[in-house]
């Protein structure tokens, strides 16, 4: 199954959406990178590459996230993962993030490529997506 990684800077709406995402697709292997190491509002390099680290398989994993500086950090968090971990298949997918979450976990849990996952975001992407 395809990896997914909630960023947010808050800590508790990641963890939030992770929560909502588990009800709907109970399998679905998602995780929270949200906040800073030391608990305040913000992202974290590292937090996040543990994120990608810990759902990453084969089918890779799709990132969503809150604010345009999230993004940022999850590219440099791609950048700085170990030479194992193929980079071309992961994908930082700029949707709505309730509705995104909640679509990719399912999708995921039924057996979606990234590619399908991708599809089924595109009516809730906030910018166009090739």
Not at 52 to 79: Q, R, T, W
Request: charged residues 25%.
């Amino acid at each position: 199954m395809v990896g997914i990684v909630v960023i947010s800077h808050s800590e508790k709406i990641a963890e939030g959406l992770v929560e909502m995402a588990l009800q709907m697709a109970p399998n679905a292997p998602i995780i929270a990178a949200g906040g800073t190491n030391d608990g305040r509002i913000g992202t974290d390099i590292e937090k996040i590459s543990e994120a990608i680290k810990s759902v990453y398989s084969n089918d890779g994993v799709v990132i969503l996230f809150d604010l345009g500086s999230a993004y940022m950090n999850a590219e440099m968090a791609i950048d700085f993962l170990e030479d194992d971990i193929d980079k071309e298949k992961i994908e930082i997918i700029d949707s709505a993030l309730v509705e995104g979450i909640i679509t990719a976990s399912v999708e995921s849990s039924i057996g979606s490529s990234r590619e399908g996952i991708k599809e089924a975001l595109k009516p809730l992407c906030l910018n166009k997506m090739p």
